[in-house]
């Protein structure tokens, strides 16, 4: 189903109708790109989580939002009245996230050539080899001494009247996104969906969104998804018995109540993805005493 789905293909860049639109990405991007070539799809677990939380006129920011893997879905769940502000810093990276939002004929998202940090700045921004094969994605926009002049700004410098849902995908910088923040999620009390992929823990992180008021619950998925749009079986993210996964954490204003069923807490500064995969699965061991189950092998990645 794979390749009939394909529209174009060029050197390096390809299109396909994948299951949430269609997306342009780049052939040799070894995750995402990768995701949409073999499954038509990327980050489902993600998806279905958030669209319990998106309703129709909502305001969400995707910061980090790389080729629009997210915003395009979630801008159609939003639907003409709602909004999509989308972020992304590196020039090839946007030029896609802007291709995509076309192809997707969408009018409420506005895409934005920017980083967001802590801060007004200006970021040197190196342009990435097209050509190479890499994971795109993880490209951090810090400390670099040359290339193309970005402008970086903080949330709180918007100035949002609406603000229902942030998501936050920043290599290495999402605690400063969070700190630039703070006033918005004073007053607007958004839906955080934040990375925290490292497997040593991010304590700043955390101690920034507890600061802001925040509880916070781990969502991890593997990147695989049996259940794949194109009904790939095979599963290019597991390596020998280790299969890749996406770890975020869902973070819900202490005012608000909200069902999370079925999601495990973090539990304090110093708790990280690693710790949780394993509350998980001695959970499931506990609860299913009787089954013998290999729940070893799950490493977390973009």
Request: aromatic share 8%; hydrophobic share 35%; proline share 3%.
């Amino acid at each position: 189903m794979s390749n009939t789905n394909t529209i174009n293909e060029g050197s390096y860049i390809k299109i396909k109708q994948a299951k949430r639109g269609v997306f342009a990405f780049n052939k040799n991007d070894t995750v995402i790109g990768k995701s949409f070539d073999e499954y038509g799809e990327w980050g489902e677990g993600i998806l279905q989580g958030l669209e319990h939380f998106v309703e129709e006129e909502c305001v969400i920011l995707d910061v980090g939002a790389y080729i629009g893997s997210l915003t395009v879905p979630l801008a159609k769940i939003a639907g003409d009245k709602g909004r999509v502000i989308a972020f992304e810093p590196l020039r090839g990276t946007y030029d896609l996230l802007k291709t995509n939002i076309t192809l997707n004929e969408l009018h409420n998202v506005d895409a934005l050539q920017m980083a967001i940090t802590d801060k007004e700045e200006v970021y040197r921004i190196p342009e990435l080899n097209v050509n190479r094969v890499q994971n795109f994605s993880e490209f951090t926009v810090d400390n670099y001494e040359t290339g193309e002049e970005v402008v970086a700004n903080c949330i709180d410098n918007i100035g949002l009247q609406r603000c229902d849902m942030i998501v936050v995908d920043t290599p290495n910088t999402e605690a400063k996104v969070v700190r630039g923040a703070k006033n918005t999620l004073e007053h607007c009390k958004p839906i955080l969906y934040v990375r925290n992929n490292n497997a040593e823990g991010n304590p700043e992180l955390i101690q920034e969104l507890f600061d802001a008021g925040y509880n916070l619950w781990w969502h991890i998925q593997l990147c695989y998804n049996p259940e794949n749009y194109f009904s790939n079986p095979n599963n290019i993210f597991k390596v020998n018995d280790n299969e890749m996964a996406h770890a975020y954490m869902l973070g819900v204003h202490k005012s608000l109540t909200l069902p999370l069923n079925g999601l495990l807490q973090v539990e304090d500064v110093n708790d990280n993805c690693n710790k949780a995969i394993m509350r998980i699965q001695e959970s499931f061991v506990a609860e299913n005493s009787s089954v013998v189950e290999n729940t070893e092998g799950v490493m977390v990645g973009k």
